[in-house]
């Protein structure tokens, strides 16, 4: 049956789909309690389809995960949580830096694929193989979407699952074999995923990725072809996409009456995406002309430091005068400055290189006009260079990406009432007209605090303290009522008020919960799941 014949369950949505953003461990503990609140309301049985996203993908995966274990859903969220308040990614990424490498190895330091091994731990994900949810019917998804984006045609490149024949894997340039794809670790694919720029680099599919005895990296690249030689880099599914969205809406392109999406976006809007960095107090008077002059001196008094040395030093050896003492005098000396004049002979030839670089590329050359620079002037334009760059990634790029998703979304007739956005903010927004309607909706100020501790956590792969947890995962839950709540009172009037309508029961779940959340003076707790 797929999911546009399931019948909806007694006072449900229908099917559900969920849309987890990216966001590092904002994103994992958020979207972790929105599942809680679908377990707690009656409503996760009903989602059968979710696109994750970076951060999203660690929950997303984790769930997945629990299903083929056959854990119920109390016992995944009491693990998991566990796991994101003792797990530091980067911290314990850089301890394994270099350590699973054999000794003698040619093989690269990688972040990212000392996160992928971190994740591969028994207490995560192990080394389950994306085979095991191909084909699992313990698995409650139709569709799920691990999301990355490959950086040879910049498009998302998609390892999924899905119950449509012929589903594609991977993207149209690139297609991933399911006799490939089987055999791929979860824990790659979570890593591909989460694979933020400035903080690792790419994820090499499939040379980096860890392949088993059995289909061993050989025969992936003889299956796969001539379009994966030299491997396809991924990285970060939030570069293209970072809510997950569109690879639901492609999932779905087909069906008349598609699932009811949830979005839970961590996304947060500041009103101001960049700040000029303040120019220091005093430019300085030393060029950068000057400092290679001063390389230059240094250059020569070095040399000459080292003849010298090498000279006395060989007179007191020829004289027969040599004493272990001598060494610290002479030889050592001589090697110091012998190997300062090598450095900056060294120094001097890559900046050598870099200008006829520049030169090339530029057809200009930009020494005579950078000599007159002050060290500082320099410095803050490279500072003010990185610090745009940054934000122009980090935030211009994903709000401009995030728009046209959410535009195309909002156009596309299908969705209209079918569509809840669970933005990471919505507790702290005034809606004056909805308020005044239905007054008990209104967030209490312990929730519009808790939704702005929540909103202004970083993004960041660890959590300083279980409270930080403790705010977003309850935040993610709450934020899910209210919004249901929302999305029942605007868009399904006369169909949830009374007794016998079918969304009644869901509401009265609904209203139970908001009534406990609302009330409590302190953040809001796990609550057990209400009978349906």
Known sequence: MSQESMPPSPGSLGPLALSLSGGGYRAAAF???ALRLLDTVGLLPDVVGMSTVSGGTLTGMA???SQLEGKPFHAFHASYSRYLKQTNVIAEALTGLTSNRDHGSQAWASLIRSAADLYARPDFLGDRRLGEVLDSDRVQLREAIFNTTEFHTGLDFRFRRSDKPGALLGNHGYRLPRAVGQHIRLADITAASSCFPGGFEPLVFPQQFHWPQDFPLDSAEQALGAKFQGG????DGGIYDNQGID???LAYAASESPPT????????QSPRMYDVPENPTKRGWVTLNGVSWMAYGLFALTLASAAILAWRGFETASQGRWAPRDSFLYLIPGVLTAAVATSLVWARGRLNDVMALLKRQMDLDVWPSFKQLTVLEFAQMLVLRVTSLLALTSQVFMK???G???NQLYQDSRFKDRRVSNLITALTVDRPHLFAQHPWLKPGPHLVALGTQASQMPTTLWF???SQFTAVESAGAATLCYTLLRHLVEHHAGHYEGPGQPLNALYERLRQQWAVLNQERAQPQVQQPVAA
């Open 232 to 235: 396809l880099p991924l990285m």
């Open 404 to 406: 046209l998703v959410f």
């Open 261 to 268: 999406l949830i979005i839970s976006d961590v996304s947060t």
């Open 63 to 65: 769930w997945v995960t």
């Open 247 to 249: 690879s639901l809406m």
């Open 464 to 466: 300083t303290d279980d």
């Open 31 to 33: 979207h972790l309690g």
């Open 400 to 402: 401009r990406v995030r």
